[in-house]
């Protein structure tokens, strides 16, 4: 893919998440459980890259008031809102919000004890930029500090029909797409469907991923939100 094409998906993936942000804003309230496996009562500065309104950031925040956290995210309008909840609980002293691209952090080397990549990496429009924002959590990561990385499961019916359009492309352009888990996932929104790129994964390689930039790989599996009996989503839990 050139190079006019990635910035062309990540405008896109800014534009749309700036159109929808008020949407997430009442329905991305409480933070996910597993988020507190990667701080403790010694972690002392937290990043969250792709931290949307802000859910978990502020989660952990109430269970650790102790920690300075950093808000990352590509759109300008889920910072606000991420900004505005932290005002509300009176945490806005202890969070920074900037907004920038996970394959660029303005961070410097070795600053951080814990990260979290929730549903982000996988709008990553190709496998060397996924590879990109993985070697950033390494050098951001100060020596056995953690990272959380969570992506979209490949393997999940809604998402059969757009699998058959993309190996269907390939079959006859093989060179118009990187993957055929590469979709754009559309989202309702004041009558027009929106869409978002999405790399769905699968656990091999989102664990083949974190081992091409020297992270050890502490826990990995499968997180539904939705007690589905096929993955939503995988995790994996890495450590330098």
Not at 94 to 113: G, K, N, S, V, Y
Not at 233 to 239: C, G, H, L, Q, R
Request: proline fraction near 3%; glycine fraction near 4%; charge should be positive.
């Amino acid at each position: 893919m050139d190079n006019n094409r990635v910035l062309e998906i990540k405008k896109s993936v800014m534009e749309v998440f700036d159109t929808i942000a008020t949407s997430y804003s009442y329905t991305r309230v409480r933070g996910w459980d597993i988020v507190l496996k990667v701080v403790n009562t010694s972690t002392q500065v937290l990043c969250d890259v792709g931290s949307g309104p802000g859910q978990n950031t502020l989660f952990i925040l109430k269970r650790y008031p102790h920690i300075y956290a950093i808000s990352i995210d590509i759109s300008i309008r889920m910072l606000l809102i991420s900004r505005k909840r932290a005002l509300r609980k009176k945490l806005h002293n202890t969070i920074d919000f900037i907004q920038a691209d996970m394959e660029f952090l303005p961070i410097r080397d070795m600053t951080i004890d814990s990260m979290l990549y929730i549903a982000s990496v996988h709008h990553i429009p190709t496998s060397s930029g996924r590879k990109r924002a993985i070697e950033e959590i390494h050098r951001c990561l100060k020596p056995r500090g953690r990272a959380l990385i969570i992506v979209w499961a490949f393997l999940q019916p809604r998402f059969i029909k757009y699998i058959i359009k993309n190996f269907l492309t390939k079959l006859l352009c093989g060179k118009c797409l990187e993957s055929i888990r590469d979709v754009y996932i559309p989202w309702r929104f004041k009558g027009k469907n929106l869409l978002r790129y999405y790399h769905l994964f699968t656990l091999r390689e989102l664990v083949n991923l974190v081992k091409s930039a020297n992270f050890k790989v502490v826990e990995k599996g499968t997180y539904n939100i939705h007690k589905k009996i096929y993955p939503e989503n995988y995790y994996v839990i890495i450590t330098k």
